[in-house]
C-alpha cells in the first residue's frame, strides 16, 4: 500500500499560480503511474494530469493542457502539479492517486489508481 499526503491548495485569484505537491510512501516501489484528479462540488471526479513514474511520460486533460505541469522527484517520492493561468473553474478539491498494484495503462480513469490522497482544496476567485 501506498500513503499519500498532498499539499500546496489555497486561495488564489483568476490568473495566479498554485504548485501542489503529493508525498508518497510506503510500497513506492511498485507505483507505475501517479495521477492528479479533481472533483468540483456536485460533478465527477475528473482527471487533470498524469506522469509515469519511472519513464517520466506525461498525460494532461484538455482543459489543464499547456497550462498545468506534472512532474516527480524520485529521490523523494514526491509528484508536484504546477498550476499556472488559474481559472474559477479550475476550483476543486485536487486528489493525488497511486497505480501501484498492477498496471492498468487507463491513466484517465479513477478506477485504474489504487491509493488515494486526502485531497486538498484549490479554490480561484474571478
Known amino acids: 500500500q501506498v500513503q499519500l499526503v498532498e499539499s500546496g491548495g489555497g486561495l488564489v485569484q483568476a490568473g495566479g499560480s498554485l504548485r501542489l505537491s503529493c508525498a508518497a510512501s510506503?510500497?513506492?516501489?511498485?507505483?507505475?503511474?501517479m495521477g492528479w484528479f479533481r472533483q468540483a462540488p456536485g460533478k465527477e471526479r475528473e482527471f487533470v494530469a498524469a506522469?509515469?513514474?519511472?519513464?517520466?511520460?506525461?498525460y494532461y486533460a484538455d482543459s489543464v493542457k499547456g497550462r498545468f505541469t506534472i512532474s516527480r522527484d524520485n529521490a523523494k517520492n514526491t509528484v508536484y502539479l504546477q498550476m499556472n493561468s488559474l481559472k474559477p473553474e479550475d476550483t476543486a478539491v485536487y486528489y493525488c492517486?497511486?497505480?501501484?498494484?498492477?498496471?492498468?495503462?487507463?491513466?484517465?480513469?479513477?478506477?485504474?489508481?489504487?491509493?488515494w490522497g486526502q485531497g486538498t482544496q484549490v479554490a480561484v476567485s474571478s
Open positions: 492517486a497511486a497505480e501501484s498494484k498492477r498496471y492498468r495503462g487507463r491513466y484517465r480513469l479513477p478506477s485504474s489508481y489504487d491509493d
Open positions: 510506503g510500497r513506492t516501489f511498485g507505483v507505475y503511474t
Open positions: 506522469i509515469s513514474w519511472s519513464a517520466g511520460s506525461t
